[in-house]
């Protein structure tokens, strides 16, 4: 099987900074998505010690390096972030706009229906499954990497 091109890598957090300011954005990128929909997101005391756990299991340098792809790691961290609920609200929202965000900030176009509707938002019923057990994170890095091309830059 060839590499992967160097966009699939997985990403890596190197030391404590970079997991702190990640785990901020994870915060932020939930705020915004609650306050989006009409709720008050609020500062939850506890949101970093809840947020935690997920980045540190899914992008310190020494696990990241057990993924064979951005898509296996991916799909790693929305399956722990969403069932892990570290948010009273908005989770699985949350979930899907990270994953879609770190994936395009690789370069990386998922070509899947995004409806701002969660019922007919492919990648939120897939977060929906996982939280239900009704699938694993390996079946979605698998549809992640089906869904997959690489983006064009606007050089070309």
């Known amino acids: 099987m060839p590499a992967n ?9 190197h030391n404590k900074a ?11 990128v939930h705020d915004l998505t609650v306050s989006e929909v009409g709720f008050h997101a ?10 935690s756990p997920s ?24 399956e722990h972030l969403s069932k892990d609920h570290p948010f009273g609200d908005g ?3 949350t979930t ?19 409806s701002p509707n969660p ?5 939120y019923q897939w977060i929906q499954k996982l939280v239900t057990n009704k699938a694993e994170y390996l079946q979605l890095a698998d549809f992640l990497r089906s869904r997959a091309s690489m983006e064009q830059s606007s050089n070309q």
Do not use: H, W
């Open 96 to 114: 899907v706009k990270l994953l879609i965000g770190l994936i395009r900030s690789s370069g990386i176009k998922l070509d899947m229906f995004d």
């Open 18 to 28: 970079e997991v702190e300011a990640f785990v901020e954005f994870v915060i932020s």
């Open 119 to 123: 019922e007919d938002n492919e990648l």
């Open 5 to 13: 091109p160097p966009q699939y890598r997985p990403l890596q957090l």
């Open 42 to 51: 609020g500062k939850d005391g506890d949101a970093e010690k809840a947020v």
């Open 91 to 93: 989770n699985k929202r």
């Open 55 to 78: 980045v540190y299991a899914t992008f310190v340098s020494v696990r990241s390096s057990t993924f064979c792809d951005i898509f296996e790691q991916m799909a790693f961290f929305a």
